[in-house]
């Protein structure tokens, strides 16, 4: 695996950097980062920041008189982010555990992860590619060694019912509403135990800002023993539902990832 490194912002630092390369704000960050907030305090928060990028070397002075320079690593991270061809936001939902969110930008030079480790906090891993981002996504994903039911049809389901499906107090409840679809009853009974008992459930949402093919909306339900992919087809259509290997999936959501053609 190729080398990955990371730097973490408080969001007034991001801000600054942003505005000193000319970027943009990035589809992870708020539209207006400091809604509600006075002129004076915002202002105030900004100068706190570069004192602070100033102390870490984030910020390179070019003299007097003489706008600050970014860090050329920093640079390239945030500047990858307003380059990316694809961006997906994986949205987790781990069992007793609060729900999490990362963002994926992927570029012909650079794949960077934006992630949230703490309120207020955003750290930016960079990397040659986003399979050298693997690791960290499946462990993000509850991503571990699941494998393909066998013999498994792939079935149908409406939003409506997947709704109903997650929402079932019960394995019972919630097999019904499958069976109630018309799926088979082979593919009901795992998937209806799967969506009361999940390990983790997970949305993505990949976007291509520069293209005209639309993007593509996946689901995920983790369970201990395989991983169901729910592929929707067209912006409201139905969730086509297979069972899948974790490297499966993985493998065909990087494939969608560093593809333009994400549609």
Same mark, same amino acid.
């Given at each position: 695996?190729?080398?990955?490194?990371?730097?973490?912002?408080?969001?007034?630092?991001?801000?600054?950097?942003?505005?000193?390369?000319?970027?943009?704000?990035?589809?992870?960050?708020?539209?207006?980062?400091?809604?509600?907030?006075?002129?004076?305090?915002?202002?105030?928060?900004?100068?706190?920041?570069?004192? @602070?990028?100033?102390?870490?070397?984030?910020?390179?002075?070019?003299?007097?008189?003489?706008?600050?320079?970014?860090?050329?690593?920093?640079?390239?991270?945030?500047?990858?982010?307003?380059?990316?061809?694809?961006?997906? !936001?994986?949205?987790?939902?781990?069992?007793?555990?609060?729900?999490?969110?990362?963002?994926?930008?992927?570029?012909?030079?650079?794949?960077?992860?934006?992630?949230?480790?703490?309120?207020?906090?955003?750290?930016?891993?960079?990397?040659?590619?986003?399979?050298?981002?693997?690791?960290? !996504?499946?462990?993000?994903?509850? $991503?571990?060694?699941?494998?393909?039911?066998?013999?498994?049809?792939?079935? $149908? $389901?409406?939003?409506?019912? !997947?709704?109903?499906?997650?929402?079932?107090?019960?394995?019972?409840?919630?097999?019904?509403?499958? $069976?109630?679809?018309?799926?088979?009853?082979?593919?009901?009974?795992?998937?209806?135990?799967?969506?009361?008992?999940?390990?983790?459930?997970?949305?993505?949402?990949?976007?291509?800002?520069?293209?005209?093919? @639309?993007?593509?909306?996946?689901?995920?339900?983790?369970?201990?023993?395989?991983?169901?992919?729910?592929?929707?087809?067209?912006?409201?259509?139905?969730?086509?539902?297979?069972?899948? @290997?974790?490297?499966?999936?993985?493998?065909?959501?990087?494939?969608?990832?560093?593809?333009?053609?994400?549609?």
């Amino acid at each position: 695996m190729a080398d990955t490194y990371a730097f973490t912002f408080s969001l007034e630092e991001l801000i600054l950097l942003m505005r000193i390369a000319d970027l943009p704000t990035l589809a992870s960050l708020p539209v207006n980062p400091f809604e509600g907030v006075s002129e004076e305090r915002a202002l105030g928060a900004l100068a706190a920041a570069e004192r @602070s990028l100033r102390a870490r070397g984030f910020l390179q002075s070019q003299g007097p008189e003489k706008p600050p320079v970014v860090y050329s690593p920093v640079l390239a991270l945030i500047g990858t982010c307003k380059l990316a061809q694809t961006i997906a !936001m994986i949205i987790t939902q781990p069992l007793d555990k609060p729900t999490d969110a990362r963002y994926y930008y992927v570029s012909p030079y650079m794949a960077v992860e934006h992630a949230f480790p703490e309120e207020g906090l955003h750290r930016f891993t960079g990397a040659p590619a986003i399979d050298d981002l693997v690791e960290p !996504m499946k462990q993000f994903m509850h $991503l571990d060694g699941q494998q393909a039911l066998a013999d498994m049809p792939v079935g $149908l $389901l409406s939003p409506a019912a !997947m709704e109903a499906a997650r929402n079932a107090t019960s394995a019972d409840a919630a097999l019904k509403v499958l $069976l109630d679809q018309g799926m088979p009853e082979i593919l009901a009974h795992p998937l209806s135990q799967s969506f009361v008992n999940p390990v983790c459930v997970s949305t993505v949402s990949i976007a291509t800002p520069n293209s005209s093919v @639309s993007g593509k909306s996946l689901g995920l339900i983790v369970d201990q023993q395989t991983v169901w992919m729910l592929e929707q087809q067209g912006g409201d259509g139905p969730f086509q539902v297979s069972s899948v @290997s974790a490297q499966e999936f993985i493998t065909n959501l990087c494939g969608f990832m560093r593809s333009s053609d994400a549609g």
